[in-house]
């Protein structure tokens, strides 16, 4: 793994960890020790995903017995138990590094001990030891609910979504959900179906093959969006709305393949955005054309977040492109490639004017505005999902007003 100053890039267990909390009417099964969930426990609760909200988290404990024989009955018995007290729909079960090491099979178990829970599905997730990255494991456990869960079924009389990609490991996930769900609401008067994963059910799951469309807004829920377009025939559609005529074109985007109607919401929405930043735009390039090397954006974080992010800020407004880079150097390309923490150290250190948005971690050793923080690691509680959101029209007018307010504190 090599040696981190800050917190090292998080391992595709704990991407599948991350995206399974969310999923109510579930319980997720660790074959393994107990640190591991305590803590991250208390990190979910942190970011929102309370108790009672999503799946209780469990650990069955091992010892030199089952490393050295193989055994496996503290799993079988932690299900009963499990079952006993939350009577879940659906079991994940996942390993942890031990198991996965010494080569314990939760695919093959899970097969054998599954006529034994007739009421409760079991679904086995894999990658317990660091193989892979928090990206691909997010991913994998995408895929592997739809795969698992959802039931042959009518699509819905009136027309329905699903949201696809929606996980606690990004900042400010509950408010971009949100903003989405009102865009979809105004435009269309369509409600979701399943916001996978982050305000989802076991239920919620196997109805998403009644949906109209699915709504993917992280490149790691496009494999699952194929799965459920080659089973139920569902379009998707991969983008994240940013800025405003950015999010007019997504809505068009998706009128165009329902061949609806946006019923004037659009424009509404346009207008009103456009009319709110109208000052602070004034502003932002009166700034931008007197002191040009103060209107760089400098940003990281998750592709297709900085991405969005930079496009808007490039292109509607007034600001100019600075370093930029990603998290996960599976997504990076010439545009956004992806930099090593020593690398993300060096930049931070040197911004000295403009706009530098990236994790709240670095932000705070680095001395800047954490307020421009469009990432994970964090540094706060985000124990309710009101902020803010940094995608459609209601985002594009708080990216601009972070953006003007930062540019007052330096001036």
Known sequence: MGLYRFKPMPSGRMGIFWTLSGIKESSIVEFGCMGHNLYSGADLKRAGIYEGYGAPLYTTY???????????ARLVATIKQVIEIDKPKAIFLQPSAVPEVIGTDMFAISNIIQPDFPETKLVPI????????????????????????????????QPTYNII??????YRYHADANEIVRLMDGAFGMKPLCILSSDASITSIEGMGA?????VIRREGIPAAQKLQDRFGTPYLFARPYGIKG??????????????????FAEYEEKLALDQIDYAYDSLESNEWSYPDEAVLTIGGHYDV??????????????????????CPEMAD??????????????????????????????KWAGKNTQ????????GWRIHPYDPPFVGYRGAVNLVNLWINEYTLTH
């Open 372 to 379: 421009l923080q469009i990432s994970n690691p964090d540094i």
């Open 165 to 170: 990609g929606s996980c606690p490991d990004l």
């Open 126 to 157: 894999g990658h317990g030891s660091f193989a892979i990255s928090q990206h691909r494991g997010v991913q994998d456990a995408l895929s592997a609910l739809v795969d698992a869960l959802a039931l042959d079924t009518a699509k819905t009389e």
């Open 247 to 264: 999010t007019s074109e997504w809505i068009a985007q998706i009128a165009n393949t329902l061949g609806a109607q946006s019923a004037g």
């Open 62 to 72: 091992i010892d030199e017995t089952d490393i050295s024989l193989g055994d496996t």
């Open 211 to 215: 949906a109209h469309i699915n709504l």
């Open 306 to 327: 900085v991405s969005g992010i930079l496009n808007y800020a490039t292109t509607e407004l007034p600001l100019r492109k600075g370093a930029v880079w990603c998290d």
């Open 334 to 363: 010439e545009a956004i490639p992806f930099f090593t923490e020593e690398e993300w150290m060096q930049t931070v250190q040197q911004h000295s004017k403009g706009y530098l948005m990236f994790s709240g971690e670095a932000l």
